[in-house]
Nanobody, 125 residues
Framework: QVQLVESGGGLVQAGGSLRLSCAVS????????MGWFRQAPGKEREFAAG????????YCADSVKGRFTISRDNAKNTVYLQMNSLKPEDTAVYYC??????????????????WGQGTQVTVSS
């Protein structure tokens, strides 16, 4: 079993930055590709960014490309999401997720087996 705990959310003005962290515990010796998803009020949960288990490959949704950067520190069992140039439309609950997907390419959403509780990000205009 794997536990994921997000932190770093909060209230920020448009144009500002936040860094989210996701601490991974439990079966951390296994290889996990990681992803960040977000869900705005009244909308479905959507993919934001992902990173392969090795950290060599990253992928982002078009809506955040150039503004968000995902990274990981496997020694610390932590995944990060650096969010810059934030916009009001980035307001959402952000969730960290893990999958046993080993290939470097982007995993299917259905493969994510483990999810955190989420952290709220609010961007004011």
């Amino acid at each position: 079993q794997v536990q994921l705990v997000e932190s770093g959310g909060g209230l920020v003005q448009a144009g500002g930055s936040l860094r989210l962290s996701c601490a991974v515990s439990g079966r951390t010796k296994s290889r996990y590709a990681m992803g960040w998803f977000r869900q705005a009020p009244g909308k479905e949960r959507e993919f934001a960014a992902g990173i392969s288990w090795s950290g060599a490959t990253t992928y982002c949704a078009d809506s955040v490309k150039g503004r968000f950067t995902i990274s990981r520190d496997n020694a610390k069992n932590t995944v990060y999401l650096q969010m810059n140039s934030l916009k009001p439309e980035d307001t959402a609950v952000y969730y960290c997720a893990a999958t046993n997907w080993v290939p470097e390419n982007r995993p299917p959403r259905s493969s994510y087996d483990y999810w955190g509780q989420g952290t709220q990000v609010t961007v004011s205009s």
